[in-house]
């Protein structure tokens, strides 16, 4: 896959701000490359990459909320991991 970087910014011909929205077959491994492409202003909808945590919805969002944490401070997702039980965990059931 080819990397474009964040593509939102750029000039639109006068089309109002906007949320990108993602959604479908999202886990918490693919957060990076979504901040990567579309930017920090994005919509994220994750259902099964959630609910299919193999410890329970609840770990599955804090999974989510521990990948959106790393890339925020500019963390390497699996380095982050090691210290997040529920990241880890996630990033095992689902390997890009």
Same mark, same amino acid.
């Given at each position: 896959?080819?990397?474009? +970087?964040?593509?939102?910014?750029?000039?639109?011909?006068?089309? =109002?701000?906007?949320?990108?929205?993602?959604? $479908? *077959?999202? #886990?918490? +491994?693919?957060?990076?490359?979504?901040?990567?492409?579309?930017? =920090?202003?994005?919509?994220?909808?994750?259902? $099964? *990459?959630? #609910?299919?945590?193999?410890?329970?919805?609840?770990?599955?969002?804090?999974?989510?909320?521990?990948?959106?944490?790393?890339?925020?401070?500019?963390?390497?997702?699996?380095?982050?991991?090691?210290?997040?039980?529920?990241?880890?965990?996630?990033?095992?059931?689902?390997?890009?």
């Amino acid at each position: 896959m080819k990397e474009y +970087g964040n593509v939102l910014p750029q000039e639109w011909n006068g089309t =109002k701000p906007m949320f990108a929205v993602c959604s $479908g *077959g999202l #886990h918490p +491994g693919l957060i990076p490359a979504l901040v990567n492409y579309f930017g =920090k202003d994005i919509i994220i909808q994750v259902g $099964g *990459g959630c #609910h299919g945590h193999p410890d329970g919805t609840g770990k599955g969002a804090m999974a989510l909320r521990q990948a959106i944490e790393a890339v925020m401070n500019l963390t390497n997702l699996r380095e982050y991991a090691k210290e997040k039980p529920e990241l880890r965990r996630a990033l095992e059931q689902w390997v890009d």
